[in-house]
């Protein structure tokens, strides 16, 4: 099979784009949504830095009945319009619908959804970074050969500290590379290759 050469890169959505809810929770409308400051900034660096951008998220509050695929859909449109005009563009949103329980196999940490963009895309995963805030994202990339790079907004900094806590010769679910925000990881990864 022959592989798209395209700069690709994967984002988690809650934390990294957007504020995370409180208390752990969703969000279920684009009321709920908050970009964190400079996102937009930081997505339209990375078009016009030549990358094929992915939303990898995972949305259980469907599964559990909290919202609907519908409210998920208007909250993603909305984004994107918003990334749109302030000159960033995503190729396509992944998301995991499904019940934390059902064991799916797109549900972060599993890597599914990365696996099915790049068979869609005809892409080498191995040549591509995934920005994330939490364990499950990290655990996905290596799962799937991207390069995990951790962001210290949203739940990054808890994720953080269970690596200073964990033994420090344990290179297993370590990032790559470790940011602030989403922004300073794409300063980074626009003179990157």
Known sequence: MKHDSMKTIFLDRD?????????RGYVCNWNGFSFLPNALQAINILTVSGFRIFL????????????????L???HQRMLKEMNRNGGEIAKIYY??????????CRKPKPGMLKNAANEYGFDISDTFFIGDSMSDIIA?????????LVLTGHGRDTYNCYIKSNSNNKT?????????????????Q???
């Open 15 to 23: 934390g990294v784009i957007n504020e995370n809810p409180p208390n």
């Open 141 to 149: 990339a290596q799962s799937a050969g991207a390069s995990p790079i």
């Open 73 to 75: 859909s208007d909250i």
């Open 96 to 105: 995991c619908p499904h019940h934390p329980d059902d064991g799916c196999p």
């Open 56 to 71: 990898i998220t995972n949305q259980a509050g469907i599964g559990k009945g909290i919202f609907t695929v519908q409210q």
């Open 173 to 189: 679910r370590m990032p790559d590379k470790i940011f602030t925000n989403l922004y300073s990881a794409s300063r980074w990864l």
């Open 191 to 193: 003179n990157k290759r």
